[in-house]
């Protein structure tokens, strides 16, 4: 069973950028599909991106496309969130998520396609 550390967010002006990480561990980060979701008070948690195993195909929620980026490093089983042009609506928990099947595109925002989770890790944009 993987185990998922999400690097320290932090606060940051709007216009900022920002680098998360997450590194798993108890198996080899290429085995998994890995997926990033984020989580304002008051509201659901909600899809940010995603990138599939084998392949390292991504998606992205039409809110960061363009701003956002995902990526792996399986040599470091570790996949990070480039997160550029911050705006403070972008302020939450940001979770970081596994699977190990090979979602199809259209599912791969979906919560339901994760069966693991990170604890989270607070993202402000504020000036």
């Known amino acids: 069973q993987v185990q998922l550390l999400e690097s320290t967010g932090g606060l940051v002006q709007p216009g900022g950028s920002l680098r998360l990480s997450c590194a798993a561990s108890g198996g080899a980060s290429s085995r998994y599909s890995m997926a990033w979701f984020r989580q304002a008070p008051g509201k659901e948690r909600e899809f940010v991106a995603a990138i599939r195993r084998g392949d390292s195909k991504t998606a992205y929620a039409n809110s960061v496309k363009g701003r956002f980026t995902i990526s792996r490093d399986n040599a470091k089983n570790t996949v990070f969130l480039q997160m550029n042009s911050l705006k403070p609506e972008d302020t939450a928990v940001f979770f970081c998520?596994?699977?190990?099947?090979?979602?199809?595109?259209?599912?791969?925002?979906?919560?339901?396609?994760?069966?693991?989770w990170g604890q989270g890790t607070q993202v402000t944009v504020s000036s």
């Open positions: 998520a596994a699977t190990t099947s090979n979602p199809i595109f259209s599912y791969m925002g979906q919560k339901e396609a994760y069966e693991f």
